[in-house]
Nanobody, 127 residues
Framework: QGQLVESGGGSVQAGGSLRLSCVTS????????IAWFRQAPGKGREGVAT????????SYGDSVKDRFTISQDSAKKTVYLQINALKSEDTAMYYC????????????????????WGQGTQVTVSS
């Protein structure tokens, strides 16, 4: 089944930056989609970014595409989410999930298609 462990969250002021990490283990890293989702209190889960581990093809949610960057270090089996220009509406628990094997380079946008999730890392932005 595998395991994902997120880290890097914290409390920051608006305008600041954070880099979240998602360390994967227990499954083959290649031919997978790794996604970041977030969930704010009282709201549904929102897809933020995805990356296909073969070739690093990325996609982003419309609300974050100018400020968030997803990347990977295949040797470390780790996916990162760089968040810049943080806003109060970015406050949420951030989770990473893994899907695959993916024979298409288009990553799923629905959380139900991800087979394993991490425990989450909290991001709190104060204005």
């Amino acid at each position: 089944q595998g395991q994902l462990v997120e880290s890097g969250g914290g409390s920051v002021q608006a305008g600041g930056s954070l880099r979240l990490s998602c360390v994967t283990s227990g499954f083959i890293f290649s031919r997978k989609c790794i996604a970041w989702f977030r969930q704010a209190p009282g709201k549904g889960r929102e897809g933020v970014a995805t990356i296909h581990t073969d070739g690093g093809i990325t996609s982003y949610g419309d609300s974050v595409k100018d400020r968030f960057t997803i990347s990977q270090d295949s040797a470390k089996k780790t996916v990162y989410l760089q968040i810049n220009a943080l806003k109060s509406e970015d406050t949420a628990m951030y989770y990473c999930g893994a899907a695959g094997p993916m024979f298409s380079t288009t990553c799923p946008t629905k959380g139900d298609e991800y087979f394993v999730w991490g425990q989450g890392t909290q991001v709190t932005v104060s204005s």
